[in-house]
């Protein structure tokens, strides 16, 4: 419950990026994918542990969300591709938390 909680609320807050706000709220932005990124990176490691294969697709989306919003060593693009990403990753996350309880991961046997 909480995962989806907390990829609904990163949806939301990259979504908002997509508009034109100050500088400090697109570092506020980084952080907070960061932080969701290695919450999501550490249950999955958890759930690979137990016995569970995650879905590709997530581990793809959610490592790339990590490299691109990264804030320790940020890349630099323009507003108008910042804006695009903002949107795709936002509506990804969405996507993940509406569908989660359908995008499980498998046991592997």
């Not at 990026?17 to 290695?38: D, E, H, K, Q």
């Not at 989660?100 to 046997?109: D, F, T």
Request: aromatic residues 20%; proline residues 5%; hydrophobic residues 55%.
């Amino acid at each position: 419950m909480i995962k989806r909680i907390i990829c609904f609320i990163l949806g939301f807050v990259l979504l908002i990026g997509v508009l034109s706000l100050p500088y400090n709220y697109y570092i506020f932005l980084r952080f907070c994918t960061l932080i969701a990124c290695l919450f999501f990176i550490a249950c999955m490691f958890k759930d690979y542990q137990a016995g569970w294969k995650p879905n590709l697709l997530i581990v793809i989306l959610i490592l790339s969300a990590l490299i691109i919003f990264n804030p320790i060593m940020p890349m630099h693009m323009e507003k108008v591709t910042w804006a695009w990403y903002d949107g795709i990753y936002g509506i990804c996350f969405l996507l993940y938390g509406a569908f989660y309880n359908k995008i499980q991961h498998k046991l592997v046997p």
